[in-house]
């Protein structure tokens, strides 16, 4: 009965650590495609930027 019960208790503690660990993958992946997301965000902001600038020179000239 003992035994059965530590087996039990140790199995738990094994799904909860497998739990966290998902957890922390799955956050981790998150903070990846957010990165990701700014990093698609700054790049068509820079080419915005520079497409404007390009036209106010051609407009100054």
Known sequence: MQ???QQQRLE???QER???RLDR???REER???REERRKERKVQAK???SLL???KQNND
């Open 54 to 56: 390009q036209h106010i």
């Open 32 to 34: 990846r495609l957010e």
């Open 12 to 14: 738990f503690e094994r």
């Open 18 to 20: 497998e739990k966290d």
């Open 48 to 50: 915005l930027t520079a």
């Open 3 to 5: 035994k059965e019960t």
């Open 25 to 27: 993958e799955s956050e």
